[in-house]
């Protein structure tokens, strides 16, 4: 008997789809990978389980890149499994190819990559021989209800509706990857051609993004200071003092963006108010009128992520999995993934059930809170069909996240804080709005006037599903009698400067990359971007950490700071007139023309060929410029040139001596900016040259690409009658171990050596006994200045060998996974040598043995 294969795109939405056939279709027995039943085999992919890669003879390692081999613009695309993915699109494949199965039902996700993960599984169960000659139609859903479900499948889409967004689909994926290798390899390549391997990439996605940080950066670095003042005064009236702040009532906006109604800009200005008011008395006017907030929209993942960043500083990447963990591990929220922040217009009784779960379930710790107002919703009806929240034009392959109809269990602490916030959040969002009564006095004195603000919250609304409470009528602005006059107790001018705009930190930078659209000027543009911005919800984390990764971006706190190496390649792309990559505009024109294609309108052929032609054009600027520098912003040093005190000037390449009034050739000195592919920071170079060493240094890499850590010196070469870099990888501490004698004279000692007692001191790149260097060795005791990426300073080997124990040290970095974690360094007396301790788990029941210390080697 022939069968319908019905593939999905994730395993939760297989079983929903079993739930809502078998009323009609009989009962499915579960398979391994699979349900079956007389008519149906419903099976699920795991997101992507094939991408498209070049042809061999087109597959250049990374040790090759250069000119020679580039652009690379292969006649067609060749598939490769996903390798965590390969024995799931071997069972899938298997289920396709089968001879029973004779009609294919596409129902992964209702959108562009929904239907380009079906399209590569069938292509790739296809192989190298003809198209599997299977018929195909397509299940558009976008709730996922029983009912929604069974109606989806009375109108499936014909095959050929899809065609246009499936071309859309492979050109998108396509021409990313054009972009992104001929980019990435065209930039390395120039950058290399000094020698080394200077890995530069680029992407449509993430140099725009880096842009955004880039240009934050510059602004802040060339803002300037200026001084302002404010002037408040505290007035007196019979039932009270309140405050008040002068400001300008002609004020008008302009472009200095510093500008402000209560700012004045001199200081002979400010004290004249402060003397014409002070000691006279004022009136009152006041205007109060009732203001309403409604509770914010539910979450997309972007807006969880921002929000989990700024209330617990979690990166975009950590929320991402704990979602991810929330819905696939403990199944008590929906599909995180998500670009939509409305439910489908048939969610209303699932919304209800979701509600009488919180009210009626045990949850554990805070959540038992939420009970009463889940209750209290049903109660008075607050899950009504309003537009606000379900909206099916406002619903993409994906709704918002909410709570499913699954109790939590056994949460870890951060999995409970966001559970907690998707359920405030799904609860507050039917709640009533707040209402504040608004008061804006006005209290004028001659003819100055200050303005003072009250804000009182009447009726909570859904503030109470955060714990606020109504306040009293005066609760922060004291009452003042109509015609009442009100004397002056004390006026002062508060001398300020502005500040810079703030540093992007992942919760503004993810807000950026979403409303990235806004930056473009074309109509058209702007429009097909309006509801994508760069990246996708699930993709923006990714990206971020990507950056970080690249060494384009650095974490300080919850700061993200570009690099130098962010700067040159911004100066580099500008030079090279390819700025386009830098824009948010790239994506904007692809949305427009990928829309285009989805209706028909532009052929997938007409497509491409612009996107290789923007490859062959990249390539060809960085190919053919033969200056010897790229025009930029470049530095000049503080500290002067190590041979003849000239000054030193950064340009694209290098830092050269530029002779004593910084205007000559000068004496020959010169110094990459980026030796084997890692770019100085201006303050590292600033130290090297003044001090002619530095390190060690993390984020160099060999000429085949692989990563490596070292100190630089510089050294006198009589044969260039000059100094130049070197790398040291220790030479003088092996030599020493070798019995080179050693003079720690003038070394300062971090401390006891917990071995011998003798002396530890810093030597090359560790830190040694003194009695295991030079001629008569009788310790071996020795630690790393850099382990696994994390640099140990003098303070933290002081506390090491005084105490026992480092500080926690939070930047360590896995060799096997390439995680960071937390870790103390601790000497293990018993093992003889400096290792990890892990701070102890939380006991999730009331402790009866003591934490039991994990060590592990960390030399």
Not at 815 to 834: I, Y
């Amino acid at each position: 008997m022939s069968k319908t294969l019905i593939i999905a795109e994730k395993p939760s939405v297989a079983q929903d789809i079993v739930r809502a056939l078998t009323p009609l279709a009989g009962k499915f027995d579960k398979e391994a990978d699979h349900f079956e039943n007389e008519k149906y085999i419903v099976t699920s992919a795991v997101g992507h389980l094939v991408e498209i890669k070049a042809p061999e003879e087109y597959d250049v390692k990374r040790g090759k890149w250069s000119f020679a081999h580039l652009p690379v613009v292969p006649p067609h695309f060749d598939l490769a499994p996903i390798d965590k993915a390969k024995s799931r699109l071997t069972a899938v494949v298997r289920l396709v190819k089968r001879k029973d199965v004779t009609e294919l039902i596409n129902a992964c996700d209702a959108g562009r990559e929904g239907e380009l993960i079906f399209r590569l599984i069938v292509q790739y169960a296809a192989g190298a021989k003809a198209p599997i000659n299977k018929p195909v139609h397509r299940l558009w859903l976008q709730s996922m209800t029983p009912q929604a479900i069974r109606d989806g499948f009375a109108a499936l889409r014909s095959d050929a509706q899809m065609l246009g967004l499936a071309d859309a689909a492979r050109s998108r994926s396509e021409a990313d990857w054009l972009v992104g290798i001929n980019g990435t390899r065209a930039m390395t390549a120039f950058n290399s051609r000094d020698g080394g391997f200077f890995l530069t990439t680029v992407g449509r996605v993430q140099t725009p993004t880096l842009s955004i940080v880039v240009e934050r950066e510059e602004k802040i670095r060339k803002h300037v200071a200026r001084d302002y003042w404010e002037i408040k005064a505290t007035f007196g009236a019979a039932a009270g003092e309140y405050d008040g702040k002068w400001f300008d009532p002609n004020f008008k906006k302009n472009d200095d963006a510093d500008r402000r109604a209560d700012r004045v800009w001199s200081e002979a200005e400010a004290n004249a108010v402060v003397a014409a008011v002070k000691g006279k008395s004022g009136t009152v006017t006041e205007e109060a009128k009732p203001s309403n907030q409604s509770s914010p929209l539910l979450y997309d993942l972007t807006t969880l992520q921002r929000e989990a960043n700024s209330r617990f500083g979690y990166s975009a990447k950590t929320t991402l999995s704990l979602a991810q963990a929330l819905y696939e591990k403990h199944k008590v929220l929906t599909y995180p993934r998500t670009d939509s922040r409305m439910l489908p217009e048939d969610y209303v009784p699932v919304v209800k059930q979701t509600f009488q779960m919180i009210a009626e379930e045990d949850l554990p710790g805070p959540l038992k809170e939420l009970a009463q107002h889940a209750a209290k919703g049903l109660k008075d009806g607050y899950v009504k069909p309003t537009k606000r929240v379900f909206d099916n034009t406002k619903v993409s392959d994906h709704f918002a996240i909410i709570p499913t109809l699954q109790a939590p269990r056994s949460l870890s602490e951060a999995e409970a804080k966001l559970y907690d916030m998707v359920v405030k959040r799904f609860i507050a969002v039917f709640y009533p709005p707040a209402e504040y009564m608004v008061t804006t006095r006005i209290t004028q004195v001659e003819a100055h006037k200050f303005q003072t603000n009250g804000k009182v919250l009447v009726n909570t609304g859904w503030l109470a599903v955060y714990g606020k409470e109504a306040q009293e009528a005066d609760a922060n602005l004291v009452a003042v009698k109509p015609g009442e006059a009100v004397s002056n107790e004390g006026v002062t001018s508060l001398a300020m400067r502005t500040r810079p705009p703030a540093r992007y930190t992942e919760a503004t930078l993810l807000s950026a990359m979403e409303g990235a659209g806004k930056l473009i000027d074309d109509e058209e543009f702007r429009e097909a971007m309006a509801e994508k911005g760069l990246g996708t919800p699930a993709t923006r984390a990714q990206v971020i950490e990507g950056l970080i990764l690249e060494k384009y971006m650095l974490r300080e706190g919850r700061e993200l700071m570009p690099t130098a190496k962010a700067f040159q390649l911004m100066t580099l792309l500008r030079g090279l007139g390819v700025e386009d990559l830098t824009k948010p505009e790239l994506t904007g024109n692809w949305e427009y023309q990928l829309a285009e294609m989805e209706h028909g309108r532009l052929s997938r052929d007409a497509f491409m060929l612009e996107i290789a032609k923007m490859a062959e054009r990249i390539v060809k600027k960085a190919k053919e410029y033969d200056r010897d520098t790229i025009p930029g912003d470049y530095a000049t040093l503080s500290h002067a040139c190590p041979k003849c005190g000239g000054v030193v000037k950064e340009n694209y390449r290098r830092f050269t001596c530029n002779g004593p009034d910084g205007s000559a050739e000068g004496c020959g000195f010169s110094i990459t900016k980026s030796p084997a592919g890692r770019s100085f920071e201006l303050h590292e170079v600033e130290t090297f040259v003044a001090e002619k060493k530095i390190g060690p240094l993390e984020g160099f890499r060999s000429k085949a690409g692989w990563p490596f850590t070292a100190e630089l010196k510089m050294v006198y070469d009589d044969e260039i009658a000059n100094w130049k870099l070197e790398f040291d990888f220790g030479e003088d501490a092996k030599a020493a171990e070798d019995g080179t004698p050693v003079d720690f004279s003038g070394h300062t000692s971090m401390g006891a050596c917990p071995k011998c007692k003798g002396h530890v001191y810093e030597h090359g790149s560790n830190y040694v006994c003194e009695h295991s260097v030079g001629a008569h060795i009788t310790c071996d005791f020795k630690t790393g200045k850099i382990i696994l990426t994390q640099p140990v300073d003098h303070a933290q080997v002081h506390k090491l060998l005084t105490t026992g124990k480092t500080d926690l040290l939070e930047n360590f970095v896995s060799n096997k996974t390439k995680r960071k974690f937390k870790a103390f360094l601790a000497w293990d007396k018993k093992e003889g040598k400096v290792g990890f301790e892990f701070e102890p788990r939380a006991p999730k029941a009331p402790a009866k043995k003591a934490a039991v210390k994990k060590t592990a080697k960390a030399e």
